[in-house]
């Protein structure tokens, strides 16, 4: 009688895609005890790898399956002079640690000069290697990126790295979920980034904390897959280890072709096929957005939830009735240097920085370049230009889009992480401004004293043609 | 990992909500290849701040942090933990904390606590009027107490049990590789694999 209560209980409540990609991986599970998941591709840079190897190397264990698991060098890797040796000893040493690391385990690795070394959730998805339904993990919270094609992508700490190294799997914590409707459609020079944006402003930085969030609705439907993961990408700034968009035509497509596209094709297809939350499937949380009502968006603060969108000015912390967040507004104007009520098109800038695992595929080139097109970039800043691959830069220049950047007076550079995070010798300076389309604007997180607002592709566009920050309908 | 059963020592208020990794240790202290050596690295911008907290004499032995809501958002670094342990901080106190950052501590042995943020609150008062107050976290009885006060907490039975016990994560799942061996055989075969090269 328990089963057959158990079966029926089964069948009545669907399940959500989340729960269906968790349900396929489970190798184990014990009462009181994580679940035992299994990890279908793992994803390796030279920044949180180095000691997981070590640790192999000290416990005497090999990698269990090299043959799903990728090495790319990103996050401080030089994006200029890239055929020379690299000049910071330490970056070297950890680059070349990383090389050490996977001739000895069997670990494929692309290096730089390379055309697929870049940043590593952009690595993934050209490869065709990101494939609906799979459970992915990388050494880094953007993995969440992966989560665009309906896998189940979270970033881990170097423990996590060893572990998988060693055992292709992981004990976790089942998520609970949360559904965020995206309805209606976005108005020109509204972008994916826009969107999420909006959403982490709205349920703030913890608000997706011990959720996976899956992005549904119209408006996500409509997106191109480089904008899906520029969605996905930064639900980790919403307090989401992972974020979901269900595979569909737009994702077979995007993956047909690609190097690592499965060979049976049909079959591989008529399996992402079920990969959706049933009609009777229950979240645990939802929140609804309407596109229709969406402007362009920027941060004014200090951590990714200070955004507002464009033509508003910028807050006054007594406004704010929390405690909480009148204090970390007071703090975040002090850092970024702004007064209360200024418009915020008036912010002059002094760098503009396009790239990043969130905004550096080809269609975030082409949509800015389109804006740069035979104009100058203002003179009182400086753009960098930093494709999120190698073969993203040869795609880009293949489309002539480098000779439009250099035109404009930008900087072209090679792929990495590079300003997102400066760790490499891209860097913002003490006091400098940035409008970036990365993804963090934590305190000195571009640079030591750096001030950072976060923008689409677009808004840099038009920001680096006139100065101060600015949407493509203020040209 | 060494085990933790009982600690006792002295807090540290930092009166901040959103200490994301990057302020815990900014990226440009992540190029070491080793566990060790970054305790430079901690709060590496803030602490050139004389009034900082960790710069307070004090504070300076405290090994007990006491923070904001939503603490350690952000970048997936474990060096953030790192970071802490090689300080000598043994433990962290939130109302509210980011998962990743979470499971690092939880493996690596940092213990996170989570309490309400009015306990959050009353504990900096306390340490405000007296650094010198000694508070107890006692993970087999899932308390924190000092002074008067004994706080209960919650933590799942397992990760408890891993942390008293200090055992090694992969050598637990290592026994369970005849589960993983049959899940592998039942894997479908159109899943990707990173080898052979294609490109």
């Known amino acids: 009688m328990t089963i057959w209560a158990e079966k029926k209980e089964h069948y009545i409540v669907g399940k959500t895609l989340a729960e269906k990609i968790w349900a396929e991986h489970v190798v184990r599970q014990a009462d009181g005890e994580p679940d035992l998941i299994y990890i279908d591709l793992h994803l390796i840079h030279e920044v949180t790898s180095p000691q997981a190897f070590d640790g192999l190397r000290l416990a005497g264990r090999p990698v269990r399956r090299p043959d799903l698991t990728i090495a790319t060098e990103d996050h401080n890797v030089p994006t200029i002079d890239i055929d020379k040796p690299i000049a910071d000893p330490v970056s070297k040493l950890q680059v070349d640690t990383l090389r050490a690391n996977c001739a000895e385990f069997g670990v494929r690795i692309h290096s730089l000069g390379d055309k697929d070394q870049g940043v590593v959730h952009v690595v993934g998805p050209q490869l065709g290697i990101t494939q609906p339904g799979m459970t992915i993990v990388c050494g880094d919270s953007h993995t969440s990126t992966h989560g665009a094609f309906g896998a189940l992508g979270f970033g881990i700490g170097t423990s996590e790295v060893e572990h998988v190294l060693a055992t292709q799997t992981l004990p976790l914590q089942r998520p609970k979920t949360m559904a965020i409707n995206v309805e209606g459609s976005l108005k020109p020079g509204v972008t994916s980034k826009d969107i999420i944006l909006a959403i982490i402003a709205k349920i703030g930085t913890g608000g997706g904390q011990g959720y996976v969030i899956e992005y549904r609705g119209s408006a996500i439907r409509a997106l191109s897959m480089e904008s899906r993961m520029t969605v996905c990408n930064m639900s980790i700034e919403a307090g989401a280890r992972a974020g979901l968009i269900a595979p569909d035509e737009t994702t077979f497509d995007y993956i047909k072709g690609k190097p690592h596209a499965p060979e049976d094709f049909d079959a591989a297809v008529a399996y992402w096929k079920t990969l959706f939350t049933d009609s009777d499937a229950k979240f645990d949380v939802e929140v609804n957005l309407n596109a229709d009502e969406l402007e362009p968006f920027v941060t004014w603060g200090t951590n990714p939830g200070q955004g507002l969108p464009l033509n508003a000015v910028v807050p006054n912390p007594a406004d704010f009735a929390d405690t909480e967040q009148r204090t970390a507004a007071e703090r975040a104007l002090v850092y970024m240097g702004l007064e209360a009520g200024t418009p915020l098109k008036k912010i002059a800038i002094d760098t503009v920085f396009l790239g990043s695992c969130t905004n550096g595929r080809i269609e975030d080139l082409r949509a800015a370049a389109d804006i740069l097109k035979g104009k100058k970039i203002a003179s009182s800043l400086r753009m960098l230009v930093v494709p999120g691959s190698a073969r993203v830069r040869l795609e880009a220049e293949a489309e002539g889009l480098d000779k439009v950047f250099l035109a404009a007076g930008a900087e072209w550079r090679n792929a990495g992480c590079s300003m997102c995070l400066g760790m490499n010798p891209d860097q913002l300076a003490v006091g400098e401004r940035s409008a970036s389309t990365s993804n963090r604007n934590f305190e000195g997180r571009q640079g030591k004293g750096g001030r950072t607002h976060l923008v689409s592709p677009l808004v840099a566009a038009a920001t680096a043609l006139r100065g101060t920050l600015s949407s493509p309908a203020d040209l | ?199």
């Open chain 2, 1 to 199: 990992m060494e085990k933790f059963i009982k600690h006792t020592g002295t807090g540290v208020p930092l009166r901040r909500s959103n200490v994301d990794t990057d302020q815990i240790i900014p990226a440009v202290y992540l190029k070491r290849v080793t566990r060790s050596g970054f305790e430079d690295g901690l709060f590496a911008a803030w602490r050139n701040d004389p009034e900082f907290v960790l710069n307070q004499p004090a504070f300076k032995n405290g090994t007990i942090l006491v923070a904001g809501a939503d603490f350690g958002t952000g970048s997936s670094r474990e060096h953030a933990v790192w970071a802490l342990q090689n300080y000598g901080f043994k433990v962290v106190i939130s109302s509210r904390f980011a998962d990743i950052f979470r499971g690092n501590s939880l493996k690596g042995g940092l213990l996170t606590i989570i309490l309400d943020q009015s306990e959050v609150e009353a504990l900096w008062a306390t340490l405000d009027s007296d650094p010198t107050t000694s508070i107890t976290v006692d993970l087999e009885t899932r308390t924190v107490s000092y002074g008067s006060k004994s706080l209960p907490f919650a933590i799942d039975d397992y990760t408890r049990w891993r942390l008293m016990e200090g055992l090694d994560d992969i050598g637990l799942t290592l026994k369970q590789t005849d589960s993983i061996d049959s899940f592998e055989k039942n894997r479908a075969a159109y899943k990707p694999k990173t080898l052979p090269v294609r490109s």
